[in-house]
C-alpha cells in the first residue's frame, strides 16, 4: 500500500478498502493444481484457424486433401483427438444454422465457457423492442426530422459481421419514428456468402428501400465497396482501405460513379472481380452530385455487429486532432453510434445501440492472477484473436510483467498468391518462447486455412492446410 503525508487518513482508507477488493478478486481467480498438467511443464495451445471437420471427403475440402502428416498421426491416436462443435449454439449464437467464425470461437476457448454473441444479442434486443427504447437509439434520433441517417456496414446474411434482417429492421423503424432520409454505405461479402450473391443483396436492399417511400423516407444506397478493398480493415493491417471508405461514404469520392448500387456492382464485376475485392463506388443523381455524403448534424450508425473489421472506421469518426492515419479532408460532426461497442476498455464507440456480451474471468486472466507466463503469437490478420477476443473483448494485458504478445505482420497481398502466409515465422518465434522455458502456457494462431480459404482458391487452400 503507498503511504500518505499525514492528514490523508481518507485517502489511506480509500487505498485499504481497493487492496480488499483486489484481494477478494485474487482468491476468487485462484487455480487449483491440476490433476495431469503439472506446474513447470509448458503447455501449448495451436490454434488452425478455419481447418475443421466435415464429412463429405471429396476433392473439394482442401483439409482432406491436404498432406497433414502431423494432424493425421494425432487423429491416428483416439484418445489424442476428438471433434467438437464450433457453430451455433455451441459458441454462444442464435441457432445451429448459423456457422461459427473465428470471434466468437476465441471467445469461447479463452473463456471456457457460452456467452450470447453479437448476433444473438441484437436479434433479442430487436425482437423485444429494446433496441429502439435504449439510450443508444435516443441518441440518434434528433437527427431524424431534418438531416440523414447514415448506416455503414456489411450487405450480408452471412451472420459472421452482420445480417441483412437487422439493418432492414432498424432501417424500417427509423422510418416508421420519422427519418425523412436515410443512406446507406454497403460492402458487399463473398467470404461468408457466396461470391456474386451481392448482385441478390442490392436488388433487394433496393426493392426494400424503395417500399419506405410510403412512409414518406427517401432511402438509398450511396456508396459501397467490397469488404476487402473498402473500409472494413482490420489489426491496422491497411489503413488506406478505410480512407477509400471515408471518401466514398463521407466525401462522396470514389474512382466510379453510377446512378445506383446495382450498376456500381455489375460494372465492377465485369472482370471477374469477387465481390470481396471490388472498388469503392459513389451513387449519384443527374446532375453527377453524390446521392449521400455524411454532413454536419447527421446521424451514423456502424451496422455490424463484429467489432474487429469497423474499429477503424469508428476511430476515424471519433478521432479528434490526435488522429493521423489518413487525411480525413473533412470532420463532420455528427451522431455516431455503434450497434454495439466495439471496445469496452477504449469505450469506442462512445454510444452504441446494443451492450456488448460481458465476457469474464478468461483463462489470460486466470493466469496472470496465478503468477504464470503466457506468451501469445500470430501474424497481423489473425493477432488480435489470440489478444483481444481470447481475454474477453480486451484490449492490452492483464499484466505486462507475465504476458508477452508476438504480432508478425502480415503481407499486403491476397492471400491465396502467398498461402503460406507467415506459418514459418509464427514457428520459429513460437518454438523459441518455447526453449526459452519461460512461459507456462503458449497459445498460437496459424491463419492459413481460414484466410486463403476464403478466397475461394482450392489449389492455395489446400497449399494453406
Not at 482442401?62 to 467438437?84: E, Q
Not at 474512382?255 to 471477374?272: C, F, N, R, T
Not at 490526435?322 to 461497442?341: T, W
Request: hydrophobic residues 40%; proline residues 4%; contains cysteine.
Amino acid at each position: 500500500v503507498r503511504t500518505h503525508p499525514p492528514g490523508h487518513i481518507g485517502r489511506d482508507s480509500l487505498n485499504i478498502a481497493r487492496v480488499g477488493r483486489i484481494a477478494a478478486r485474487m482468491a476468487d481467480l485462484k487455480l487449483s493444481p491440476h490433476a495431469t498438467l503439472t506446474k513447470g511443464a509448458p503447455v501449448v495451445v495451436a490454434i488452425i484457424d478455419g481447418f475443421g471437420e466435415n464429412k463429405i471427403k471429396d476433392q473439394y475440402n482442401a483439409v482432406h486433401t491436404a498432406n497433414t502428416p502431423t494432424v493425421d498421426a494425432l487423429r491416428a491416436v483416439g484418445s489424442r483427438f476428438r471433434s467438437v462443435a464450433a457453430h451455433g449454439p455451441a459458441v454462444g449464437l442464435p441457432s445451429s444454422d448459423d456457422m461459427g467464425n473465428s470471434e466468437v470461437g476465441h471467445n469461447a476457448l479463452g473463456a471456457g465457457k457460452i456467452y450470447a454473441q453479437g448476433a444473438k444479442l441484437v436479434d433479442i434486443n430487436i425482437a423485444s423492442g429494446q433496441l429502439f427504447t435504449d439510450p443508444g437509439w435516443a441518441f440518434i434520433k434528433p437527427a431524424f426530422a431534418s438531416n440523414t441517417l447514415h448506416f455503414i456496414g456489411l450487405l450480408s446474411d452471412g451472420g459472421v459481421h452482420s445480417r441483412y434482417n437487422q439493418l432492414l429492421a432498424m432501417v424500417s423503424q427509423a422510418a416508421k419514428e420519422g427519418a425523412h432520409k436515410i443512406r446507406l454505405h454497403v460492402l458487399t461479402d463473398g467470404r461468408d456468402v457466396p461470391d456474386g450473391s451481392g448482385a441478390k443483396f442490392l436488388a433487394d436492399l433496393e426493392a426494400d428501400l424503395a417500399a419506405l417511400k410510403e412512409l414518406g423516407c427517401d432511402a438509398r444506397v450511396a456508396s459501397g465497396g467490397g469488404r476487402m478493398k473498402v473500409t472494413m480493415d482490420r489489426y491496422e493491417a491497411d489503413w488506406p482501405m478505410v480512407e477509400r471508405g471515408w471518401k466514398a461514404h463521407v466525401l462522396g469520392d470514389a474512382p466510379l460513379k453510377a446512378s445506383s448500387a446495382s450498376e456500381a456492382y455489375a460494372i465492377l464485376k465485369q472482370d471477374g472481380t469477387s465481390d470481396q475485392n471490388i472498388g469503392a463506388f459513389v451513387v449519384v443523381d443527374d446532375s453527377g452530385s453524390a446521392v449521400g455524403t455524411i454532413e454536419d448534424d447527421d446521424a451514423v450508425v456502424i451496422s455490424n455487429f463484429r467489432s474487429d473489421r469497423v474499429i477503424e472506421i469508428s476511430k476515424a469518426f471519433e478521432g479528434g486532432a490526435e488522429f493521423n492515419k489518413f487525411d480525413r479532408v473533412r470532420i463532420p460532426s455528427v451522431k455516431f453510434a455503434g450497434l454495439m461497442q466495439y471496445d469496452g476498455d477504449l469505450k469506442l464507440p462512445t454510444n452504441f445501440l446494443v451492450p456488448p456480451p460481458a465476457i469474464c474471468k478468461t483463462s489470460g486472466e486466470y493466469l496472470a492472477a496465478n503468477g504464470l507466463r503466457t506468451f501469445a503469437c500470430s501474424e497481423t490478420q489473425k493477432f488480435g484473436h489470440v489478444t483481444f477476443f481470447w481475454n474477453g473483448n480486451r484490449s492490452g494485458y492483464f499484466n505486462e510483467e507475465l504476458e508477452t504478445y508476438v504480432e508478425i505482420p502480415s503481407d499486403n497481398c491476397l492471400f491465396n498468391e502467398k498461402p503460406e502466409m507467415k506459418a514459418r515465422e509464427i514457428t520459429d518465434a513460437s518454438i523459441a518462447a518455447l526453449k526459452s522455458g519461460r512461459y507456462d502456457l503458449l497459445r498460437v494462431n496459424y491463419a492459413n486455412p481460414d484466410m486463403v480459404g476464403h478466397t475461394g482458391d482450392l489449389a492455395a487452400s489446400i497449399t494453406a492446410c
